[in-house]
T-cell receptor
Framework: DVKVTQSSRYLVKRTGEKVFLECVQD?????MFWYRQDPGLGLRLIYF???????EKGDIPEGYSVSREKKERFSLILESASTNQTSMYLC???????????????FGPGTRLTVT | AQSVSQHNHHVILSEAASLELGCNYS??????LFWYVQYPGQHLQLLLK??????LVKGIKGFEAEFIKSKFSFNLRKPSVQWSDTAEYFC?????????????FGQGTTLQVKP
């Protein structure tokens, strides 16, 4: 089974702190993603990476950065946490199917971040 | 910009009732379509997917979805829901032409099944 793990289930940080969220996948997937999930807004893509050291902005990258030094690990960084970044953060990974067309994503359990 | 719209935000049903959750997307090209489910306290998992062939696809736990290209829709159905189907459901679209696997998600539908 594909396994995507995230470093913390719950995290409480203070405004202005630098926050690191870690994600690791064990299936040698090329693609990795960070989303935030908010009620009524669904999942919104923050950043994604399709290869080591490669990254692309998603729909809401402001206030976030990412790092992918190894294929299996994708980190989300909040440079200076703010209260509007209180949310559930989901990591996902994917690779093309054997047909090369279907990009099913596998999700981690999520990190619920509270910024006070 | 491409988008995915789920019309029902919160649905309440009694057990054994039939379910249909709407999903529409805005993109005229080739798409791959997904429904994901998030049970309380659990991570998102795939219910079913469509990428080609028979537009009626069957997934886990008795769910199915029908792709209607002319309506840009991919509605999720289940003939008889159970209390254990209480969850949040997300429709997602992957644009099928030379992309990196990026998915566009709908806003989600919360389903509450009363025993």
């Amino acid at each position: 089974d594909v396994k995507v793990t995230q470093s913390s289930r719950y995290l409480v940080k203070r405004t202005g702190e630098k926050v690191f969220l870690e994600c690791v996948q064990d299936m040698d997937h090329e693609n990795m993603f960070w989303y935030r999930q908010d009620p009524g807004l669904g999942l919104r893509l923050i950043y994604f990476s399709y290869d080591v050291k490669m990254k692309e902005k998603g729909d809401i990258p402001e206030g976030y950065s990412v790092s992918r030094e190894k294929k299996e690990r994708f980190s989300l960084i909040l440079e200076s946490a703010s209260t509007n970044q209180t949310s559930m953060y989901l990591c996902a990974s994917s690779s093309p199917s054997t047909s090369g067309r279907v990009y099913e994503q596998y999700f981690g359990p999520g990190t619920r971040l509270t910024v006070t | 910009a491409q988008s995915v719209s789920q019309h029902n935000h919160h649905v309440i049903l009694s057990e054994a009732a039939s379910l249909e959750l709407g999903c529409n997307y805005s993109y005229g090209g080739t798409v791959n379509l997904f429904w994901y489910v998030q049970y309380p306290g659990q991570h998102l998992q795939l219910l079913l997917k469509y990428f080609s062939g028979d537009p009626l696809v069957k997934g886990i736990k008795g769910f199915e979805a029908e792709f209607i290209k002319s309506k840009f829709s991919f509605n999720l159905r289940k003939p008889s829901v159970q209390w254990s189907d209480t969850a949040e459901y997300f429709c997602a679209v992957n644009l099928g032409s030379g992309n990196t696997g990026k998915l566009i998600f709908g806003q989600g539908t919360t389903l509450q099944v009363k025993p």
